[in-house]
């Protein structure tokens, strides 16, 4: 069975105590209320990594990720911050690759495929970050965006790798808008990513491989979009924000 993953984007917001509350409240709640084999992860600014990792040890439930990294390990780059700082800090995922990082901040795809490197070579898994705006959703584009994404970001990983990748497909679209992707939009765009990644690598890898929906997910459309079969969980942004709706979406796996 493939990992189930249920992952908060908190953003730039909060901050540090309001961080430090809102995390502990979620461990709290994932202590008692998460039951099943799911990972509940909390991506939190730079500023809150160490701190909430503190919160977090012994619970094995919830885990810690960075919302960035830049891709050179250490240097005269001022105010980047690399994978091996973030690990240390307590970080074992980091989202890469979000449309909001590629829209605002210019990551190319070129770039991307060497911060996803850096991830895998310091051992943080890379929550990759896919997806099409509403022009290309609308001009029928989805397919060719969100597969030339595949190719220039992840495909270059031997097998062994990639198969410590998890997707996130986005639709640009559904993110921070309210707009969520029907359950069936959903499902075809993530049984496309698998089929993508059985011909590039395997059937197995493809099996393997988690894949995590995001665009306005909250605790009631969670249940529809997870009981599809190629959705394996959620990356959720304005809801992480409020530990009950977040631990309710974990929870849907219950
Ligand atoms: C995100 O930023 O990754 C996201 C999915 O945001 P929201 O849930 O607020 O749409």
Known sequence: MRKKIVAGNWKMNLDFQQGISL????????????????????????????????????????AIGA?????????????????????????????????????????????????????????????FCIGETREEREADRYFDVIGGQLEQGVFHLSNEAFSNVVLAYEPVWAIG????????????????????????????TADQLTILYGGSCNPQNAPELFAQPDIDGGLIGGASLKSRDFIDIAKVFN
């Open 23 to 62: 995390f502990s409240e979620i461990v709290n709640m994932a202590k008692d209320e998460v039951l099943g084999q799911q990972q509940v992860v909390v991506c939190s600014p730079f500023i809150h990594l160490h701190g909430i990792a503190q919160l977090a040890k012994g619970v094995s439930r919830v």
């Open 67 to 127: 919302q960035n990294i830049y891709f050179e390990e250490k240097g005269a780059y001022t105010g980047e911050i690399s994978a091996v700082q973030v690990k240390s800090a307590g970080a074992e995922y980091v989202i890469l690759g979000h449309s909001e990082r590629r829209a605002y901040f210019n990551e190319s795809d070129d770039m991307l495929s060497k911060k996803v490197d850096a991830a895998l070579k310091h051992g943080l898994i890379p929550v």
């Open 177 to 204: 808008t309210g707009l969520t992707a029907s359950p069936e939009q959903a499902q075809e765009v993530h049984a496309f990513i698998r089929d993508k990644a059985a011909e590039q690598y395997n059937q197995d």
